[in-house]
């Protein structure tokens, strides 16, 4: 659902109450400016952050286990999208 800030302000009680349920998308001047959603949606999407790392910080035995890995089947038509790759 999307509401201008003049909307979510008149109405505040009860959009709150429905972003519980889906988030709230509020609008300035057109354009989205902020997403209200419930605490318990905002703890899933926080769980789901991964940690970034340098390869200097893997062990000897995660080093070991990426180089064992095997690309599953299903998977193995993304090589093709790689093969002529350039930075």
């Known amino acids: 659902m999307r509401v201008t800030t003049a909307e979510f302000i008149k109405h505040y009680g ?22 209200v959603l419930s605490v318990s949606e ?22 070991a286990r990426i180089a064992a890995a095997e690309v599953p089947a299903e998977h193995a038509h993304l090589d093709d999208e790689i093969k002529n790759w350039r930075p």
């Open 14 to 35: 009860q959009l709150a109450d429905r972003a519980l349920t889906e988030p709230l998308t509020i609008t300035k001047n057109g354009h989205d400016r902020l997403v």
């Open 42 to 63: 905002y703890e899933r999407l926080m769980r789901r952050d991964r940690v970034v790392i340098t390869p200097g910080e893997l062990s000897d035995d995660e080093i």
